[in-house]
T-cell receptor
Framework: DAGVIQSPRHEVTEMGQEVTLRCKPI?????LFWYRQTMMRGLELLIY????????DSGMPEDRFSAKMPNASFSTLKIQPSEPRDSAVYFC??????????????FGSGTQLSVL | AQSVSQHNHHVILSEAASLELGCNYS??????LFWYVQYPGQHLQLLLK??????LVKGIKGFEAEFIKSKFSFNLRKPSVQWSDTAEYFC????????????FGAGTQVVVTP
């Protein structure tokens, strides 16, 4: 298996532009997570999906952030409009959850976002 | 609300030295505990996890962690580190019925010098 695949690896954009980050989870996994990593705040959970349904989006910082999972093999995280404080590494992770218990998460390589 | 506290932000040590990274959590109930590692330029990988049973958990690459319920701690240890252990280490916790939602600590950057 190729693991969790994220694209792009690096994104540099200007303030006000729309940014779309993409994630392909591991085949067969039923849960997908978007995390953001910054020096100041560490790793923060933004949103997660179970069976393509958003379960908890309380970590999404503002209305400028939105995430979708149209099918089991694809998810997007969109920032519109982007701001310099959105600069961070965004990780996608997936897992197979058979119960409500915590399971091992498989992380992608992340997208390094720089908003100028 | 649950929280995770890692005591050290940066640790520098020499090869063959022993490593212990502290992790304390705040959660009112049964917890699942994890240590993840992020090597330079790579994604996070699971080192070890505790769900139940023996509180001393052994993970990959010679790491182990001990769950001490009375102290709300899950410290990571390795008796003799190698240069390749240079990485950032994250403690994480979640509770039952949390559907994999992990609360991560701030991370500890470990640098092992030759």
């Amino acid at each position: 298996d190729a693991g969790v695949i994220q694209s792009p690896r690096h994104e540099v954009t200007e303030m006000g532009q729309e940014v779309t980050l993409r994630c392909k989870p591991i085949s067969g996994h039923n849960s997908l997570f978007w995390y953001r990593q910054t020096m100041m705040r560490g790793l923060e959970l933004l949103i997660y999906f179970n069976n393509n349904v958003p379960i908890d989006d309380s970590g999404m910082p503002e209305d400028r952030f939105s995430a979708k999972m149209p099918n089991a093999s694809f998810s997007t995280l969109k920032i519109q409009p982007s701001e310099p404080r959105d600069s961070a590494v965004y990780f996608c992770a997936s897992s197979f959850l058979s119960t409500g218990t915590g399971e091992k998460l498989f992380f992608g390589s992340g997208t390094q976002l720089s908003v100028l | 609300a649950q929280s995770v506290s890692q005591h050290n932000h940066h640790v520098i040590l020499s090869e063959a030295a022993s490593l212990e990274l502290g992790c304390n959590y705040s959660y009112g109930g049964t917890v699942n505990l994890f240590w993840y590692v992020q090597y330079p330029g790579q994604h996070l990988q699971l080192l070890l996890k505790y769900f139940s049973g023996d509180p001393l958990v052994k993970g990959i690459k010679g790491f182990e962690a001990e769950f001490i319920k009375s102290k709300f701690s899950f410290n990571l240890r390795k008796p003799s580190v190698q240069w390749s252990d240079t990485a950032e280490y994250f403690c994480a916790v979640n509770g039952p019925d949390s559907w994999g939602k992990l609360q991560f600590g701030a991370g500890t950057q470990v640098v092992v010098t030759p």
